[in-house]
């Protein structure tokens, strides 16, 4: 498509719960990234990945966060055993091979931990 | 890594006036420097961006300047509009390829009166 397609919107859950986002990036944008928006401002960024491929990972809390994209599948990240500090909105982004470098951001999915 | 410093954290002007929006980066090895948009719940936007080998580049009524050996930059919004209220972030990454990982300001809240 030509927008960044992020699901769920908003998505609630119980401390502890786990969840998963998704994100289809725009088609022919060959990396992905991951930023996680907190306190309204403040991106952080996750991961990043080429294609299938992780390409830096250097952002992501490890014990508990994951993320893939697989081919012919959206992209996902999950957080196992939430924590109230992941209250945040997620934001997926694609950009093209060998461009200028613009990132295109989808609206983001906002998790609420209870 | 690197940290990128942004101010004001909250700016109103009146309509027709104009807006600046100052950034400061760490890393002198960065070498592109975007400015996001980001109005309410949606992901931010690209609306102009610099790289180090220029000093300043403008779009309209939108510009931005970059002083390498300060290690800052800055956004100004001419004649500004009420549509340009929004949040306003700068961010510096050094590029990697085609994958650029964005450390981003903290962001800017712009309020223009009408």
């Known amino acids: 498509g030509e927008e960044v397609a992020q699901t769920p919107k908003h998505l609630v859950r119980g401390e502890g719960q786990k969840a998963k986002l998704y994100c289809a990036p725009i088609?022919?944008?060959?990396?992905v990234f991951w930023y996680q928006q907190v306190l309204k401002n403040e991106f952080k960024f996750l991961i990043s990945?080429?294609?299938?491929?992780?390409?830096?990972e250097t952002g992501m809390p490890k014990e508990r966060f994951s993320a893939k994209c697989l081919p012919n599948s959206p992209c996902s990240l999950e957080i196992q055993a939430t924590k109230l500090e992941d209250s945040a909105v997620y934001f997926c982004?694609?950009?093209?091979?060998?461009?200028?470098?613009?990132?295109?951001f989808g609206e983001g999915s906002r998790l609420t931990v209870l | 890594g690197e940290n990128v410093e942004q101010h004001p954290s909250t700016l109103s002007v009146q309509e027709g006036d104009s807006a600046v929006i100052k950034c400061t980066y760490s890393?002198?090895?960065?070498?592109?420097f975007p400015w996001y948009k980001q109005e309410l719940g949606k992901g931010p936007q690209l609306i102009i961006d610099?790289?180090?080998?220029?000093g300043e580049k403008k779009d309209q009524r939108i510009a931005v300047t970059l002083n390498k050996t300060a290690k800052h930059f800055s956004l100004h919004i001419t004649e500004t509009q009420p549509e340009d209220s929004a949040v306003y972030f700068c961010?510096?990454?050094?590029?990697?390829?085609?994958?650029?990982?964005?450390?981003f300001g903290s962001g800017t809240q712009l309020t223009v009166l009408p």
């Open positions: 982004a694609s950009t093209p091979q060998g461009t200028t470098g613009e990132l295109f």
């Open positions: 088609k022919g944008h060959s990396y």
């Open positions: 990945f080429q294609n299938e491929n992780v390409f830096d």
């Open positions: 890393d002198s090895a960065s070498n592109y």
């Open positions: 610099i790289r180090s080998n220029v």
């Open positions: 961010a510096a990454s050094i590029a990697s390829g085609s994958a650029r990982q964005l450390t």
